[in-house]
């Protein structure tokens, strides 16, 4: 197993468009988190699933943005009507349940909407 | 609400040499964990160290080190013998355990852009 992936690592897109990310978590973990990093700030959660099931999900995540993570395997990101204020790297980390498990972080997609 | 503060924007450190990177946190809880995370420039996140809240002793990995002060809410990183590839975005990050199933999400600092000189 290579780690976190995630596709595509850069999108442009132009404003009102939908895009839509992937991540493939590592095989055995079964917990996936999604994250949003902006220039200079740190990672922000933005979603949370155990398994299939969306367990939580961050006030930043307004309506235009939907989670999906079928059969509990990968999951998908996907942001309706982008706004330029959507640009930014979006992160994607994996761990084991069963207590505290480190959490592995893929490289991000970075989103630029113009 | 939990936050993490780190003051130090930016740093550098001539290789070989010693740093410590600051961080401080606020939180009402007493059992958590905090993490430093390691951004190299385009490439994931990993994590350098790990401290939990209960344990006294501060953590060490290799060159590696927290100063761990639960009354302080301080939890700063020192690197020893600091080399090139040591140069990335530090994050300081904080988690409070769940019970099984729940979410253990991260809350990150803003980061601090560390640059290691030959």
């Known amino acids: 197993d290579t780690g976190v992936s995630q596709d595509p690592r850069h999108k442009i897109t132009k404003r009102g468009q939908n895009v839509t990310f992937r991540c493939d978590p590592i095989s055995e973990h079964n917990r996936l988190y999604w994250y949003r990093q902006t220039l200079g700030q740190g990672p922000e959660f933005l979603t949370y699933f155990q398994n299939e099931a969306q367990l939580e999900k961050s006030r930043l995540l307004s309506d235009r943005f939907s989670a999906e993570r079928p059969k509990g395997s990968f999951s998908t990101l996907e942001i309706q009507r982008t706004e330029q204020g959507d640009s930014a790297m979006y992160l994607c980390?994996?761990?084991?349940?069963?207590?505290?498990?480190?959490?592995?972080f893929g490289q991000g997609t970075r989103l630029t909407v113009v | 609400a939990q936050t993490v503060t780190q003051s130090q924007p930016e740093m550098s450190v001539q290789e070989a040499e010693t740093v410590t990177l600051s961080c401080t946190y606020d939180?009402?809880?007493?059992?958590?964990?905090l993490f430093w995370y390691k951004q190299p420039p385009s490439r994931q996140m990993i994590l350098v160290i790990r401290?939990?809240?209960?344990?006294?002793q501060n953590a060490t990995e290799n060159r590696f080190s927290v100063n761990f002060q639960k009354a302080a809410k301080s939890f700063s990183l020192k690197i020893s013998d600091s080399q090139l590839g040591d140069t990335a975005m530090y994050f300081c990050?904080?988690?409070?355990?769940?019970?099984?199933?729940?979410?253990?999400?991260?809350?990150f600092g803003k980061g601090t852009k560390l640059t290691v000189n030959p």
């Open positions: 939180t009402s809880e007493s059992n958590y964990y």
């Open positions: 980390a994996s761990s084991l349940e069963g207590g505290y498990t480190e959490a592995f």
């Open positions: 401290q939990e809240a209960y344990k006294q």
């Open positions: 990050a904080f988690m409070k355990p769940t019970t099984q199933g729940g979410s253990e999400k991260l809350v």
